[in-house]
């Protein structure tokens, strides 16, 4: 796998990857580790651009539930916890020292034990922001010239999104790393995750050309009931709606997969446009909500009342991620993944029965992330050689102004 630094101004090719930061659970037992395509695109990156990774310092502020992370190369990212830290959780933290900053979560969960989103378990997912902060700066501060770093400016949002222009296997690729993350730890809000073309991170990615060139966007390792319950090892998934997505794109990454000998499943039925699925899983989980507020409100016996606020703390703490993460019309346009109309397609990993009954959450590792990137270095390569064809479905399926966007930013 050759990768170097590239002297062009943008890539023919594209790769986003991020970290969402407390996305852990969603609907029905689904469960992942969100932050898989962030260590994909900071490992490439770091291949073409060296940093010393590791995690140097956890420091903390007790009074003001401020987690800052500082890496052996001298990059630091803070992020705070709404409900502040204690002294334990501080003292806990610092089995974090040593470990590398690419791996966001499995950091925050290797440190803490566990890790829950929307407010359930704010220390971890702070602690996974700082982590994540802390290795763009430090890219940024190593190489400072070609490493160029956006704000996820949004309202509440502590994000960033990393981009630069990188050469695999002699092609020019536009490498984009970006960080979901709220204000408190408390996420997942990822309305700028995968190629979605809003605000700072837009622009961004317009001086990349990730507005108009064929993208791979890497996602989470993840586990998947009924479709994890019969796989014997861990497997490649791919996915994309042909008739809203970039089919030369997803049939370059499974060919990678194939010409690698690497297990791969690949859907062209996902991330369904325009059905108001995000809208009507928000509804479904309200109505269940309000089951059990009325189940409270009727309720007379301390038993009755601990099962009850029981039921709604799982009902919380994993199902809302599913719909917590996007807003509703947003995911009309670009589905679950993030994917800009035509450009892309998405890499992700999916786990065994096994293992998720022995770990209970995901959690990526290095042999993991090169994995991922033996199949996606693959893919570019492939990808060269069909650039017409997949330039040529972008502009047939991109049939959108992405001005439409607008309303989402100016709301």
């Not at 996305?23 to 962030?38: I, L, R, T």
């Not at 499995?106 to 220390?123: D, H, M, N, P, V």
């Amino acid at each position: 796998m050759k990768i170097k630094p590239s002297s062009e101004t943008h890539g023919i090719v594209g790769i986003s990857g991020h970290a969402g930061a407390g996305h852990v659970h969603s609907h029905a037992g689904f469960v992942q580790d969100d932050s898989g395509g962030f260590a994909v695109a900071a490992y490439l990156l770091q291949q073409a651009y060296p940093v010393n990774s590791k995690i140097a310092a956890v420091k903390a502020d007790i009074d003001k539930g401020i987690i800052t992370i500082s890496t052996e190369d001298g990059g630091t990212g803070s992020a705070w916890a709404r409900r502040g830290l204690t002294p334990f959780e501080v003292e806990i933290m610092q089995r974090a020292v040593g470990k590398d900053a690419i791996l966001t979560q499995s950091t925050a969960f290797q440190a803490l034990g566990r890790i829950y989103g929307q407010g359930i378990l704010e220390t971890p997912v702070a602690l996974q922001s700082a982590v994540a902060l802390a290795l763009i700066d430090t890219f940024k501060k190593k190489w400072p010239e070609v490493i160029h770093v956006a704000e996820e400016d949004m309202e509440d949002k502590v994000g960033k999104i990393m981009g630069t222009v990188i050469e695999i296997e002699g092609t020019p690729v536009s490498l984009l790393a970006v960080v979901n993350a709220s204000s408190g730890g408390i996420g997942p809000e990822e309305d700028l995750e995968g190629n979605v073309l809003l605000g700072a991170k837009g622009k961004l990615m317009k001086e990349l050309a990730l507005d108009r060139i064929p993208t791979i966007i890497v996602e989470s390792k993840a586990f998947v009931p009924g479709l994890c319950d019969s796989l014997s090892e861990d497997t490649i998934w791919i996915r994309e709606n042909k008739n809203a997505d970039n089919t030369i794109v997803a049939g370059c990454l499974a060919e990678a997969a194939k010409n690698n000998h690497i297990a791969y499943i690949h859907n062209d039925e996902a991330y369904p446009r325009g059905t108001g699925e995000m809208k009507t899983a928000t509804q479904k989980l309200a109505k269940r909500i309000v089951e059990i507020g009325n189940q409270l409100y009727i309720a007379e016996t301390s038993h009755e009342k601990v099962k009850i606020i029981g039921d709604l703390a799982l009902l919380t703490s994993q199902d809302a991620g599913g719909v917590t993460y996007m807003t509703n019309s947003l995911h009309d346009v670009v589905g679950g993944g993030g994917i800009l109309p035509g450009t892309s397609a998405v890499i992700s990993q999916l786990v065994t029965s096994d293992y998720i009954k022995y770990w209970k959450i995901p959690a990526v590792t290095m042999k993991d992330v090169e994995k991922y990137s033996t199949v996606i270095t693959g893919a570019v390569i492939a990808l060269s050689h069909k650039i017409e064809k997949a330039e040529q479905e972008l502009r047939e399926k991109l049939n959108f102004n992405v001005s439409e966007f607008d309303f989402l930013y100016k709301r």
